[in-house]
């Protein structure tokens, strides 16, 4: 059937012309709705009720013709509905039939990219881009398509034969997003740089710009990116976040929280509230942060825990052990409320039961790694106590199951150096894990204690002089500097550690006591 197209004048003339034929049969028939259309007249009145939004009603009359067009409608109508189903039954049809093929293969390749089916949406975006190879619109959305799937190769070579062919900023956004996944990270920044210069109102742009950098290992030149964007757009939600996440990556607390209490200001959410919440936490800000988490009406358990840390850091003990004991006992935020509670007994003058609070939990979660940690914090409580023999028996329980935890291997690397035994084994673990974490100054002390415990000085003095640049207040390490200069034979430097770490100790325990004596015998 041929179909004319109608004005919009003369539909809505024709609708008015057959309303009131309606009107007027209406005294001679009980209903108009019984009368069969007429397939020219359905599909006009079909024609104005999808204009007029009206879409049931258009529906409803297309289902009354027998046509591959009025069956291209029903599809684009449920696909509008969201009645994917249906849609898809009336396009397999067409294209099946070879009507109307185009447009029902682009509109197909919709609904599957709307339903997660990649694979199909590919399929159908690929038949239509070799039809019609010159159409930008669709060599765009297949080269979409394959990034969604991560498939940014392809994505690219689709990409970069379109940037042949056109001079297109938009086409060069894309070209610079699949350089991007597919990790040539100089492609992508040098392309983004050239359109921050180009388009400098299209956001987008910078914003994956400084994303670039971050990648690259340059936050500076981040920084400068989302400053530049901030300077055309103060209001940039996108880069007020952008500037608080890099500044958290860098740990400057300080600075990502300005950003985060602006973004509160333009946009208050839960999201950033949250966000400034544990920001206020790192910086000690208690009492913010305890009144932002009040505000909370329905609390989460990491909610509570955030709660009972704002309590804990203004000393609010009962308050915080009270929000803990709310907390149920199992996965990462029960293990962490667990930790927090052991360590505020602790604190508040109740170690036994501190203990006892880790070794009921770790009878119960040993197997558990998310109490990996409650594990090495037992551990750690037991050799504090004096029961090393306990402590290693943990320590290697983890071990067995852990193999090569960087912590594990330190904790047993440095019992064993203290002892004196298994000093081969000890070397060989704490150099595993140093590897892991060449910056942690607790490992670079167990270095320098098992070549010291080897008759190494000379070797630990490297590590140790290390260890104290991170941890210059511990007195147990200011104390292991003081034995490993002792045995060098540099005794005046030897006392000014051991006084050090008696200081920072708050008294010198007996053996230290005759260190300090020693030296001053000797000087």
């Known amino acids: 059937m041929q179909i004319i197209k109608l004005s919009l004048p003369l539909i809505s003339l024709m609708s008015i012309l057959f309303m009131g034929s309606c009107a007027h049969l209406e005294a001679d028939k009980p209903s108009t709705e019984k009368r069969e259309l007429s397939p020219y007249l359905a599909m006009t009145l079909a024609r104005y009720a999808e204009l007029q939004g009206d879409r049931e009603r258009a529906r409803q009359l297309y289902l009354k013709i027998d046509d591959p067009y009025a069956l291209f409608a029903l599809a684009r109508i449920n696909f509008i509905t969201n009645n994917n189903n249906k849609a898809l039954e009336a396009l397999d ?5 070879g009507s109307y093929a185009t447009g029902a293969l682009e509109l197909r390749s919709k609904i599957y990219a709307r339903t997660g089916k990649w694979p199909q949406a590919i399929n159908d975006a690929e038949r239509l881009t070799e039809k019609y190879p010159d159409n930008k619109e669709l060599q765009l959305y297949l080269a979409n398509l394959n990034m969604i799937v991560s498939n940014f190769k392809e994505a690219r070579i689709i990409l970069e034969d379109l940037h042949i062919r056109y001079d297109d900023w938009q086409i060069r956004y894309y070209l610079a997003k699949a350089y991007f996944g597919d990790q040539d990270y100089i ?20 914003l994956d710009l400084g994303k670039t950098y971050e990648v690259l290992g340059q936050p500076d030149k981040a920084q400068e990116v989302y400053e530049r964007l901030l300077a055309i757009d103060p209001t940039s ?3 007020l976040n952008a500037m608080a996440d890099l500044y958290i990556e860098q740990q400057n607390y300080a600075q990502a929280l300005g950003y985060i209490q602006t973004l509160m200001a333009l946009q208050p959410n839960e999201e950033h509230l949250k966000k400034l919440i544990i920001l206020e936490l790192q910086e000690g800000l208690y009492a913010d942060a305890l009144k932002h988490l009040l505000s909370i009406e329905t609390m989460q358990d990491l909610d509570k825990y955030h709660l009972s840390v704002a309590y804990a850091g203004l000393e609010q003990w009962d308050e915080a052990l009270a929000i803990l004991d709310k907390i149920p006992p199992e996965g990462e935020i029960g293990c962490d409320a667990i930790l927090l509670k052991a360590s505020i007994l602790k604190d508040t003058g109740r170690p036994k039961q501190a203990l006892a609070l880790l070794k009921t939990a770790w009878q119960k ?6 109490f990996k940690n409650l594990g090495y914090e037992l551990a750690t409580e037991l050799e504090s106590t004096g029961k090393r023999d306990l402590a290693l028996k943990v320590a290697l329980e983890l071990l067995e199951r852990y193999p090569h935890d960087p912590v ?5 690397g440095y019992l064993w150096a203290d002892e004196g035994i298994h000093l081969d084994s000890a070397y060989a673990m704490i150099q595993e894990a140093l590897k892991m974490k060449p910056d942690t100054g607790y490992i670079l002390d167990s270095m320098a204690w098992v070549l ?34 002792y045995q060098l034979q540099s005794t005046s430097e030897a006392l000014d550690y051991y006084l050090k770490s008696s200081v920072l100790s708050g008294s010198a325990n007996e053996e230290l006591k005759k260190k300090i004596k020693s030296c001053f015998n000797k000087l």
């Open 93 to 97: 049809r067409l294209i099946e039939e």
């Open 237 to 239: 939600k996108e880069a």
């Open 408 to 412: 594990g291997l330190n904790f047993v």
């Open 187 to 206: 492609a992508a920044k040098n392309i983004l740089e050239d359109l921050t210069e180009m388009q400098r109102e299209f956001r987008p742009a910078y």
């Open 365 to 370: 979660h040993s197997t558990e790694e998310v």
């Open 452 to 485: 010291f415990k080897m008759n190494r000085a000379d070797d630990a003095l490297y590590y140790m002089k290390k260890a104290l640049h991170y941890l210059s207040d511990d007195p147990i390490i200011n104390e292991h500097m003081g034995d490993i200069l």
